[in-house]
């Protein structure tokens, strides 16, 4: 599976942006996909995850409420909405993708296999 990142900005405090994560080699319809960030001299992070089967979604504390992590199957895609950023959401941010992940791992970055090379979000003040 290659995953490939896509909808790198700058916007300002407030604005909003849609991250697309395109799957290529085979489709991640039963897949685990998972948005991290890692901004400059901070540990990545988890920020969003969508499970295959039945769509639950998951949030980090941080952007519940302003993210909206979504997928569309038939073009083997899943996005990252989002909208109300603030100058901490400045992040390089990555898509990952993974099967048989459990509920609970959902957060968890090494438990994805399969990471899109980043793309960078600067939100100004």
């Known amino acids: 599976v290659q995953l490939q990142a896509s909808g790198r900005g700058l916007v300002q405090a407030g604005g909003s942006l849609r991250l697309s994560c395109a799957a290529s080699?085979?489709?991640?319809?039963?897949?685990?996909v998972a948005w991290f960030r890692q901004a400059l001299g901070k540990e990545r992070e988890f920020v969003a995850a969508i499970r295959s089967r039945g769509g639950t979604t998951y949030y980090a504390d941080s952007v519940k409420g302003r993210f909206t992590i979504s997928r569309q199957n038939a073009k083997n895609t899943v996005y990252l909405q989002m909208y109300s950023l603030r100058p901490e959401d400045t992040a390089t941010y990555y898509c990952?993708?993974?099967?048989?992940?459990?509920?609970?791992?959902?957060?968890?970055?090494?438990?994805?296999?399969?990471w899109g090379q980043g793309t960078l979000v600067t939100v100004s003040s």
């Open positions: 080699g085979r489709t991640i319809d039963t897949y685990t």
């Open positions: 990952a993708a993974g099967a048989g992940i459990i509920a609970s791992s959902s957060t968890t970055a090494r438990m994805y296999a399969y």
